[in-house]
Each structure stands twice: as structure tokens, then as C-alpha cells.
């Protein structure tokens, strides 16, 4: 047998897949949805949308997916298959009802597009059952070790820059000090950019112990510099509590500023895609597709340094992407 006809042979075997989004959405979820589907049609593979991420595949709630079942939706933020976080799936009689949708709908490989928690599943299902399964990171964290960017991290970043400038014009108007709280319950990453992107005063984040006499050192300085207001982004992960907590625990020993707080909260999953989601999207779910019928399994598709990666679903999860330490400095540098 040629190396020709082993290859053909493999590639024929992926006739049927499915894919799903899974835990928190972020937008270009729909525009990868999308390059999955036309993708698979493309190479003659039928495809499968599963509702609600694991819950949907537990129950067999499965719609098969034409081309025209992926239009005009590119542009739409949040997800039209829907997602969910699954504690059935958590559970082994849970996974194995996963199992047994598998085999009803005769799905030859699945792809899920989400985050940590969603490739956690992925890895321990993979273990027990073998099913192939690739990855897609999608969320707004950017927190997975083997992609440069998760889909929806960029979109979400530019919708807290908006609301960064629009809540400096009043926090300088009235000579405040904000306190903005963003999301990321273990990782820093919007954050980071965000205050960077925004000339804030200082950025906590989960990544770092906060100590907030450094802080108010800070803050201080500022104040005899004469600046009349300020900003400090709080990743909602931070050891010090959240915004609300960290502001109070300021105000007790500086109370120089009228002092607000501001939580972004989940205004920041949702909206119409950035241009570089839309097209990050479009490769990785391209992506997804081809690694499927080329026989990988148990990964995630990355890009890292303008290349396609693929990356183990366990080092993707576990290996935990490292906040840029240069801009951590820079934050304090450009603050002065
Ligand atoms: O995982 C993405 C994320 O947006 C986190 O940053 C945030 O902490 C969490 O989801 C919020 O989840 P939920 O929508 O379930 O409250």
C-alpha cells in the first residue's frame, strides 16, 4: 500500500463531526462556527451543531448544519449553537451518556471551541472514550497556553478601552478616582492590555500579589504631581478582593480622591467581532477541520507567532500562559 492511499484511506474515514461551543461565549465564536461548518462541507464532511456545549451532547440535541445554516452570522457576537458549563459532564455517568450521543449520531471526530474548562472535559473524555477531538480556544481571557490569541480577547479588549476613555471624561471632569473592575477570575491578560491601552494609573491582577499600601504609594505620587483623577483597572481575580473591596480598603488610608467603582462585568462578552477575531476565527476553525481529517487528536490549534500549532489539550490547560512581564513594567513606567 502507498503512502498515497494510507493518507486517502484516513481521510475518508472522517465523514461525520460535530462541533459545539462551550463555557463562557466570547465573540467570533459565530464567524469560527462558521468556518467549521463550510469547512467540512468543503472537504465533503457532514456536519453537526451540538446545543449547549456538553449538556447538549449528554441530551442528543444535535441539528445537522448546512452551509446556508452558518450565514450572516459572522459578524454576530455570543453563539448560535449556545454553550453552557456542564457539571453533568463532570460526571463519569455523564460522559458516558456523551459517549452513547456519539454513537447514536454515528459522529466520527467533534470540535469544541472554548476555554480551559471546556478542554479540561475534552482531556478527560479523550482518555476514557478515544473519540477524536480537536480544540478551538475561544474566550475572552486569552488564558491558554499555545495560542498567541483566544477568539473574543481581542473584541473584548476594545469594548473596556471604550469604556475606559468614556469613564476618564467624567472621572477628570469631577476629579475622581476609578476603580474598574474587568473580567478574568484567574488571569490578567485584559487587564494588562487594557490599562496599558488606557494610560491607567496602575493594573491589579491575579498573576501578582497586590499590596495596597505599594498602591496608595502610588497614588500618592500622582497626587503630588497634581493629577486630578485617575484610573486603576481591577481584574476580578485580583487577591485583594474584588474593585468595590480594594477601593474601601484605599479610601480608609487615602482619601485625597472622591473615589467610584465601575465593573464592566459581562458587557465585556458580548458585541460584533474585531477584525482580527473575525479572521483569527476563520483560520483556527479552518484549522480545526483539517487536523481532524489529517487523524490529530486530543489538541488544541493555536496561533503562535503567525503560525498554525497545535498544542495537547493537557499542556494547553496546565502549562499557564505567563502574563508579559515587560508590560507589567510598562504600566508602571508610562504612569508616572
Ligand atoms: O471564562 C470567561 C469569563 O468571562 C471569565 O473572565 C469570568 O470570570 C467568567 O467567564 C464569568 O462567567 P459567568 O458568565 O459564568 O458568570
Redesign the pocket.
Known amino acids: 500500500m502507498n503512502i498515497f492511499f494510507v493518507i486517502s484511506l484516513k481521510q475518508k474515514k472522517m465523514k461525520r463531526i460535530a462541533v459545539f461551543t462551550s463555557?463562557?461565549d466570547?465573540p467570533g465564536m459565530n464567524a469560527c462556527i462558521r468556518a467549521v461548518v463550510r469547512t467540512a462541507i468543503y472537504n465533503n464532511i457532514q456536519v453537526f451543531g451540538i446545543k449547549r456545549g456538553y449538556d447538549g451532547l449528554i441530551k442528543g440535541d444535535l441539528e445537522e448544519l448546512h452551509s446556508h445554516s452558518v450565514a450572516n452570522i459572522l459578524q454576530r457576537g455570543g453563539t448560535i449553537l449556545k454553550s453552557a458549563?456542564s457539571d453533568e459532564f463532570r460526571t463519569a455517568d455523564g460522559r458516558k451518556k456523551a459517549y452513547d450521543t456519539i454513537n447514536k449520531f454515528e459522529i466520527d471526530g467533534l470540535i469544541g471551541i472554548g476555554?480551559?474548562?471546556t478542554f479540561t472535559g475534552a482531556n478527560i473524555f479523550n482518555q476514557e472514550y478515544n473519540v477524536p477531538f480537536i480544540g478551538i480556544p475561544g474566550?475572552?481571557?486569552n488564558d491558554l497556553f499555545g495560542t498567541d490569541l483566544t477568539i473574543g480577547y481581542d473584541t473584548a479588549l476594545n469594548t473596556v478601552i471604550d469604556a475606559v476613555d468614556k469613564i476618564r471624561d467624567t472621572a477628570s471632569s469631577h476629579n475622581r478616582l476609578f476603580f474598574i473592575e474587568v473580567?478574568?477570575?484567574d488571569a490578567g491578560f485584559?487587564a494588562l492590555r487594557s490599562g496599558i491601552a488606557t494610560g491607567a494609573e496602575a493594573i491589579l491582577v491575579p498573576e501578582t500579589k497586590t499590596y495596597i499600601d505599594n498602591l496608595i504609594a502610588k497614588l500618592e505620587a500622582g497626587r503630588r504631581k497634581s493629577k486630578t483623577s485617575g484610573i486603576v483597572i481591577v481584574s476580578?481575580?485580583d487577591d485583594a478582593g474584588g474593585a468595590f473591596e480594594i477601593a474601601k480598603k484605599v479610601k480608609e488610608k487615602f482619601d485625597y480622591y472622591d473615589t467610584r467603582v465601575s465593573v464592566l462585568g459581562?458587557l465585556?462578552?458580548g458585541g460584533k467581532p474585531s477584525a482580527r477575531d473575525r479572521v483569527l476565527a476563520a483560520e483556527l476553525g479552518n484549522s480545526a477541520v483539517e487536523n481532524l481529517v489529517n487523524n490529530e487528536t486530543n489538541k488544541m490549534v493555536g496561533i503562535v507567532n503567525n503560525k498554525i500549532v497545535l498544542t495537547p489539550f493537557d499542556h494547553a490547560i496546565k502549562h499557564h500562559k505567563e502574563l508579559n512581564k515587560n508590560l507589567l513594567k510598562l504600566v508602571d513606567i508610562l504612569s508616572i
Do not use: A, L
Open positions: 463555557g463562557g466570547s458549563r476555554g480551559d474548562g474566550t475572552i481571557d473580567m478574568g477570575k485584559i476580578e481575580g459581562h465585556q462578552r
